[in-house]
Every structure is written in C-alpha cells, then in structure tokens.
C-alpha cells in the first residue's frame, strides 16, 4: 500500500466519530459483562432490583470518565452529563435484560455480533486512552506519571470500580481489585497510555501522530480479536513470569529451595548414618 493512502486510513481512524455507533457497541458489550458477572442469578436480580441494576450498568459504562475525573479533581458526575449517552446506555441495557424470551442477550452473544462490537470498542478504548492523556497533559504538562494513570483508567475504568459496581449489586468482593491481578486491557491501557505520552512529549518516536494511533488501534483490536477466536487471553503472562523471576527475587527463591531441599536431603542423609 502506498505510504501516503496508509496516512490518509490513518488519518480518517483518528477523525472517527465515536457516538453513536461506537458509544452504542460500548454500552451493549458493557451490559453483557453486568449480565455474565451477575451469572444464573441475573433474570432474578433484574426483575426484582432493576435500579440496582442500571446503576451498575451505568457505572461500567461510564466508569473511565467518572474515576478519572475524581483523581484530576474535577466533578465526578461530569461524564453523565451527555444525555444523549445515558439514553443509548439505557438501551443497551434494557436491550440486553429485559426484551421478550431473553433475545436481546443471545443477539448480544452472537458471535458476528460480538466481533463487530468488540473490534468497535478497541477503537472506542484506543480514543478514550488518548483522550485521557492529552486531557491529563493539558492539567499536567510536565507530569508524565499522571498522564500514564489517566489514560490508563479512562481506557479501563470498569476495571477499578469493580467492586464498587458489584457492591451496588449486594456483593462483597473484597479480591476483585484490579490492582492485585492487572486484566489484559489494563495492561493494554498502560502500554497504550506510554506511546501517546511518548509522542507528545518526547522525541522518541518519529513517525506521524496518526500512524502511531493507528498502531495502537490495530494492537487493540489484534488482541481483543484474538481472544475471542484463538482463546489468548493475556499474551503478556509469559513476559510478566520471566520478569518476575529476574527481577522480583523468583529465580532467587527458586534457588533458595532448591538448595534448601538439598540442605535438608544431606543432613537427612548423615542422620541416617550415624543411626547405623
């Protein structure tokens, strides 16, 4: 392909106008997470606490905003304020929990569908991620860290409220914090949030700001894809196991066991002797 007509997708990708198609695959696939997390119990809950439940729908959705607007001190209801979204929000999630003979979730679950809407919110997530950043730099502009943090959670907010959003629900999950086992699009999020503060506040990477966007929505999309169809889930596990074990004392306490499985093997050994 030629190098100008790859600018130019690059350059349309980054113009996307995200609402309402992509809000609309946002919402939807936000709706089912609320529905496949609340498992057999959720006909149940809906019908008999449906505020509880569009609360928590509500606070998937809009998680990223809402938790990023309260770290940068500014109104944490502030990403409600588009009406027009809480509409399609509110449809996605009646659409997915209360049309006749459950149809809405099972179109929902159908894969075509799933893969449409899940390759729309990777591009969704890549626009939130760099929306966060370039937000953060504004406030910020000499604090990269801040920048990282902002992106990050815009690009995953649903992540961080989840016990929040399983609370509402009545229950208690006191594990379920993403700080202690990071989900793919966490990581995804971090990594994405690092190039877009990268090149826009360093020399570091030369190539065109719409290519590098354009990279990162192919590298969502890629994975998220990927997990749908081939079961890879998390491809930065096995890289995440090597640096830990260089890094984080695992081949150090590897070897320590073993040469204290040997310790004890030898005086074992000389014990034996002495009884003979």
């Not at 529905?35 to 509500?58: I, Q």
């Not at 500014?74 to 990403?79: A, I």
């Not at 509110?90 to 209360?98: E, K, L, P, Q």
Request: aromatic share 12%; hydrophobic share 50%; glycine share 8%.
């Amino acid at each position: 392909m030629d190098p100008e007509s790859f600018l130019d997708i690059a350059n349309q990708v980054i113009k996307l106008k995200m609402f309402p198609a992509f809000d609309i695959a946002h919402s939807l696939l936000c709706a089912l997470s609320v529905k496949e997390d609340l498992g057999s119990g959720a006909h149940a809950f809906s019908r008999k606490h449906p505020l509880a439940c569009w609360l928590s729908t509500m606070l998937v959705v809009f998680a990223g905003g809402m938790v990023a607007a309260g770290l940068l001190g500014e109104p944490v209801l502030g990403p409600l304020k588009n009406s027009q979204q809480i509409l399609v929000a509110t449809g996605c999630w009646y659409f997915v929990f209360y049309t006749p003979f459950d149809i809405g979730y099972k179109v929902s679950k159908f894969l075509p569908v799933k893969l449409v809407a899940s390759a729309m919110k990777e591009v969704y997530r890549a626009k939130k991620v760099h929306d966060g950043v370039v937000h953060a730099a504004k406030l910020y502009p000499n604090a990269y860290i801040i920048m990282i943090i902002i992106g990050t959670i815009k690009g995953n907010g649903a992540g961080f409220t989840k016990l929040l959003e399983r609370l509402i629900r009545g229950a208690w999950t006191p594990t379920a914090m993403e700080f202690m086992q990071p989900s793919f699009y966490t990581k995804a999020s971090l990594i994405a949030s690092v190039i877009f503060v990268l090149d826009k506040k360093t020399d570091w990477i030369s190539a065109p700001h719409a290519l590098v966007y354009l990279g990162i929505v192919i590298f969502l999309v890629y994975f998220k894809l990927s997990s749908l169809l081939l079961g890879i889930h998390d491809p930065f596990v096995p890289f995440e196991n090597l640096m830990c074990a260089f890094l984080f004392g695992g081949i150090w306490d590897s070897m320590a066991k073993l040469f204290g499985k040997g310790q004890i093997k030898e005086e074992a050994n000389k014990d034996a002797k002495k009884a003979n």
